[in-house]
């Protein structure tokens, strides 16, 4: 959908048309999905937070002002909904919410040579990004996947900007660890 | 050891929002490990972005959850003009149906009364 429609669609959803507004849900749902599912890590999950995030969208609508693109706002919510969602569900799953747990390493090692292929190291990444503490896969996502600022993502996830980028800081050096490990390290050594 | 000290640097020189300082700048520059590992972060970061746009499935049924979850209570269930255009169709065609059957025996009774006239008759 290209923009000028979007925004016809929002400001007649500010008018209060829902047709207008499901018919951004229709264009955005998809997108949201994904985010949620990076975030929390779980289909159903995931389902819960896009709908708790359009519910705050559809009723936040009004203070939208267009300043970033819709698609950003929406993942600035999502964010946020996600972030309560890990801290209430944390408070029945306390490990969830524990950056500092060791993740066991179930897949093996995996050998450099075949990682040349970005199409490749990106499955491997895929899987590895599931395999982080969801406080880092939060940070790791929303930066370098959804590319929010550090001042939104911790402002969404309501932690201090420096701590955002502990948090980033770590999340990028245990994907590293993952996807290359020690022995190629070492072996680059001098 | 060395390293180690700059390993937190290269995080942040990966993603070119910061230089190296003039001190791991030339331990980088003689420093193979650390030109690897440097070039892990961007591949690393290069892979990270290019799944921004890789959507995952989400079945419709979740947008049909989230129009009804906003919907204001009472409100009588509306048609889509997207995702209801099938629901639309199989709508207009349970009409269309319901139609030629009450019509079809609208038919078969007034041949019947009909014909029992003619019986009095």
Redesign the interface.
Known sequence: MDSKRTDELIAEAKEGD??A???L??ET???T??LA??LVGDEEDA?DV??ET??RA?KGLKKFRGDAQLSTWLHRITANCASTYLGRRGKHRHDSLDDEIEIADETPRLDPVHQAD?GD??NH??EALMQLPPKLRAV?VLR????LSHESIAEQLDISESAAKVR??RA??R??ER??PLG??RA??? | MTCEIFSLELVEVADGQECLNPVAAQHFETCLRCQAELAQYKKLLRALASLRGQLLPADQRLVEDIIEALRPPGTVHRLHRMAGGNRKAAYIGGIAAAATAGAAGAIVLATRLASRHRLAS
Do not use: P
């Not at chain 1, 370098?144 to 590319?147: A, E, K, M, P, Q």
């Open positions: 829902h047709r507004f499901e018919e849900v229709h749902y998809a997108d999905y994904t599912y990076r389902r896009v709908q359009y519910l559809h970005i190291l990106r990444l895929v790791v370098d996947i959804y590319d980033l800081h990028r050096k994907l590293r996807l290359y190629e390290e680059h050594a001098v």
